[in-house]
């Protein structure tokens, strides 16, 4: 993923003709657009996408054409007639693993017509957290493709030889990799230009400036008896932005202290 503060300029709207083993209309409903971000997803359960990436505004770009989403079937590429993916773990112990000659054929697949600038990336709880250095990352490059584990994971050799980033949601551990998938793309994919239609807002919400958001407030401008603060009210721009920093630097040293050091360190700097 580059580092680079500036995204590609990118040529939206082209159609790419790649070859393939598998008829077009099988493998996604909307032809490969040059210049449009992508995910791909290798999983267990293809019915499980877009999920709710197919909603809202996410969604709503989906069919624009603002991003574009491909799931590749890992049990397609099973062994025998029962179409294995699994076997035990190598020196015993619980659960299954999924193999690496079922996940080799399906990355290989999938990574098809990629660029160097498209990431392979297996969600896994021992990977590097996500955060929104690592979105901003993300939506520069030209796609990325998420294998999606299950079981007790995946083969290591695979990720050896793959070179495959490994990220985690969080330090918790979860049935299989196909929410924290849709996490992060849902996180990337609002970063991408027109999406949200408002690209201040992607400015000034929460970790964007390495502090947590404001509090926010809306009509009626009393409720429950509290009000809405004064300064928000008074019209002086000025002043209300200072109110918003102050609130947004109280928030992070109180609730997230981990976020205040490195914030405090990155302005001496």
Not at 94 to 108: H, K, N, Q, S, T
Not at 191 to 212: F, K, M, R, Y
Not at 234 to 257: L, N, V
């Amino acid at each position: 993923m580059t580092s680079s503060d500036t995204p590609p300029q990118k040529s939206h709207g082209r159609k790419a003709i790649r070859p393939t083993f598998k008829p077009r209309a099988l493998i996604t409903d909307t032809p490969d657009l040059v210049g449009v971000w992508k995910a791909k997803i290798l999983t267990l359960f293809p019915g499980a996408f877009p999920g709710l990436l197919g909603e809202s505004l996410t969604g709503k770009a989906l069919q624009q054409g603002l991003w574009q989403l491909e799931t590749f079937d890992l049990r397609e590429h099973g062994i025998g007639k029962h179409r294995n993916v699994d076997d035990t773990p190598a020196g015993g112990g619980a659960g299954m693993v999924l193999r690496a000659d079922v996940l080799g054929p399906a990355i290989e697949q999938a990574m098809q017509g990629t660029s160097g600038n498209w990431p392979l990336i297996y969600l896994s709880p021992r990977g590097r957290r996500m955060d929104q250095q690592m979105m901003q990352n993300l939506a520069r490059c030209d796609g990325a493709t998420f294998l999606c584990g299950r079981f007790e994971g995946v083969d290591e050799r695979v990720l050896e030889h793959y070179n495959i980033l490994e990220v985690s949601l969080g330090d918790f551990v979860m049935t299989g990799g196909e929410l924290a998938a849709q996490a992060m793309i849902d996180a990337t994919v609002r970063l991408i230009p027109g999406v949200l239609g408002n690209q201040a807002s992607t400015e000034e919400e929460s970790h964007s400036s390495g502090l947590l958001e404001h509090p926010q407030y809306t009509r009626p401008a009393e409720w429950q008896g509290r009000k809405i603060p004064d300064i928000l009210m008074s019209g002086h721009h000025g002043k209300i932005a200072e109110w918003r920093e102050d609130q947004s630097q109280e928030i992070t040293r109180t609730r997230r202290p981990d976020m205040w050091e490195k914030w405090q360190a990155d302005k001496s700097s």
